[in-house]
């Protein structure tokens, strides 16, 4: 194994067992238990994604944690007002966001991230771009996701950068 294979076998498989101990405790019995399952969730995730492969970088993503939860509650509320209103119309409709992420990992976290923000749901991926539905594409949706991609670009880039 190389030295980055093994930092990241035990940063994740820290993360994993930190992970158990908050979700079960750190009862003898069940510690046991949860050394065997973040010993396996690192052994999977190393074979699915292997260290240096462009994905999240979980600290600058860390960071954005604040900005995610409240553009989330933001939008949800914008979804609820629409819905319960019936004075405010909907136009649902496609949108195509120019994303100058690169196919793969990036883009599918980036798709990923966006598609649990209420109002917006990625359909598709072609070359250059997302195609996004969208509850009223008379809204700024583009403007919005440029904004996401530029605010989280930096959690984005590739491990190797």
């Known amino acids: 194994m190389t030295g980055s294979i093994v930092r990241s076998a035990i940063a ?3 993360g994993y067992l930190a992970f ?3 979700l079960i405790g750190i009862d003898p019995l069940d510690l046991a238990v949860g050394l ?3 010993a396996l969730a690192t052994w999977a ?3 699915l994604l292997r260290p240096g492969v462009p994905g999240l970088r979980p600290m600058a993503a860390l960071l954005l944690l604040p900005r995610f939860v409240w553009m989330s509650v933001v939008a949800g509320l914008d979804v609820a007002r629409r819905a319960l209103s019936p004075s405010m119309p909907l136009q649902p409709g496609f949108i195509t966001d120019p994303v100058e992420l690169p ?4 883009r599918t976290w980036f798709a990923s991230i966006t598609s649990l923000m209420p109002g917006t749901v990625p359909v598709a991926d072609e070359r250059d771009a997302l ?3 969208c509850l009223d594409v008379s809204q700024p949706v583009v403007e919005q996701l440029k904004a996401e991609e530029t605010a989280w670009a930096p959690a984005l880039r590739s491990a190797r950068e």
């Open 103 to 106: 196919r793969g990992p990036l």
């Open 36 to 38: 065997v399952a973040a």
């Open 45 to 47: 995730s190393l074979r």
């Open 131 to 133: 195609v996004y539905h």
């Open 12 to 14: 994740r498989g820290l």
């Open 20 to 22: 158990w101990v908050v």
